[in-house]
């Protein structure tokens, strides 16, 4: 009788499990976000945060992850391994309870900072549901268990013991195959996404080594292991920044379970560059975390300058952009519950949150002020003047504003606006040269298509402030026709066109030209370009004839493939594209312009982290990391995506 119970309860909840597996199979995207590449790639940090949590535990010294041949995924830690005993609510071994009960993960865990996989935290049973096969090796009390999962996280058996091991000897690894039914895009893992990530864990958990293999590729590999954690990651950020004060300040501490750590240092530059994260994951929407930080730091910075005479009693105040200018920060907090919000719920919202980093931050600040005059009162300058600059830009912008230059009326005879004043619907071309520029116009829909030609050099703004940025024409040309305003005045509501197309060669002053536009959209207009609406226009290279059918293609491998395509005995003739200069009017609108046959590839922040490197290494001062970054990365830099 009672065996008949247990039994009884074994198979529906047997049943369960396979229905909770075959629901996330048929609908991946609501688990893991998408099943394209970036799915793909989630897969492995499923699995990777389960021993990062291990780590967080403080069990685990070294995670290794494989690419294999064949584009499975091995992921190995040193931990204590998944525990091997029965669990009391599904009747089965805990691992296989881990991988094939939905959301088991931490909830069976309990406690520690998991949600590291944060929109997505699912856990390991959603990975064995989108695999071909899993299979599960725990090394524990002197044993090698061993579980396979196929077709969708089926079991096909029972975890048993394979081997005996030293008994000092403890650790899981999990090897997995996704399954290329769900990732019908593509089942083939980029091994610098894999890097990228795997580099930041290994500074955001300092003392933890992580190990990246390519068996597809002899020789390809990587380690990353940082003793000194995001401290190192600031002085990785600012290596082509020219630091203006040795020390990078290193803030840590702890408020019951909530553990907070910053570093920071100010660079040359004028640019703010700070980066939060809560259990390892990146908040580019900031939070309280982040305002905690910032909200102490301007008063830190304002009392201190005050105390020692550097601030007047008849000056304004440090605002908290006077503060941040070329400031890197890192903020990265451990919450064993984080709320997240915002539109993209990566906003950190737990309100006790603020006040303990404020708290945290202030003491460690003022003290390093206070042991460090010398460094100090670098910084106190660096923000005083940025303050001076702001008073100056502000009255740069009123006099240029009274002489009516970012008045749109009046600048008519550069801009040729479109007539629709719907911004959803109206784009601006950005044009090099005024003979593209003339073909443009004649070439456009006037509807829905403004040109404006872009006539003298544009500055390149990393290396200039706002008010400099301001007494650059084409600049102030650019801010008036965008309609958004600029630094604290700027509105993203008052965009006047929704596409922002910059149209320059393809050739290598075109892409000189159009990382400018990038630089100055990414450090004064980064929302525009965070909402989208910067489109790189590609002019084809070649144009194909044959009867009566044109053809044009962006590259050598797009040629070879068309041509390949047509018929054997098909006579035809090609030819290199002009620059857009020497476009007529027609040839401009049919290769570059007509929203029917154009290509146009959105520019997108990806990383921003990563984009702030290329941009810093780009256009910065240093010509050394810019000519290396150049040769290394040359072929590519017509695709740069910042
Ligand atoms: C390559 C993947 O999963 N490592 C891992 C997972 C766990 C533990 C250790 C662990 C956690 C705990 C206790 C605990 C997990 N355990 C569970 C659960 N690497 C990998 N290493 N003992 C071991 O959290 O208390 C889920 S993950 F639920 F069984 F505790």
Redesign the pocket.
Known sequence: MEDERVNKEYDSSSIQVLEGLEAVRKRPGMYIGTTSSRGLHHLVWE??D??I??AL?G??KH?EVTVCKDNSII???D?????TDI?PKTGKS??E??YTVLH?????????Y?VSGGLHGV??SVVNALSDWVE?K?YRDGNIYYQRFSHGGHPDDELKIIDHCDKDRT????HFLPDDEIFTETTVFDYDILKTRLKELAFLNKGLRISLYDEREAEKKDSFYYEGGIVEYVEMLNKNKNPIHETIVDIEGADKDIKVEVALQYNESYNESVYSFVNNITTPEGGTHEDGAKRALTRIMNKYATTNGILKEKDDPLTGEDCREGLTMIISVKHPNPQFEGQTKTKLGNSEVRGIVDKIFSESFERFLMENPDQARVIIDKSMTASRARVAAKKARELTRRKGDLDVTNFYGKLSDCKSKDATISEIFLVEGDSAGGSAIKGRDSMTQAILPLRGKILNVEKARLDRALGNEEIRTIITAFGTGIGEEFDLSKLRYHQIIIMTDAYVDGSHIRVLLLTLFYRFFRPIVEAGHVYAAQPPLFCIKHGKTIKYVLNEEERDEYLASLSPNTKYDISRMKGLGEMDAEELNETTMDIHKRILRQITVEDAIAADEVFSKLMGEEVEPRREFIETNAPHVENLDI
């Open positions: 699995i990777v389960n021993s949590d291990e535990a069990y685990c995670i992921v190995k830690d931990g204590r391994g998944i525990p669990h805990t691992v309870t881990v088991a993960g931490g909830k069976f865990g309990g406690g520690g998991k856990g390991a599960v725990v650790g899981t690894t999990v």
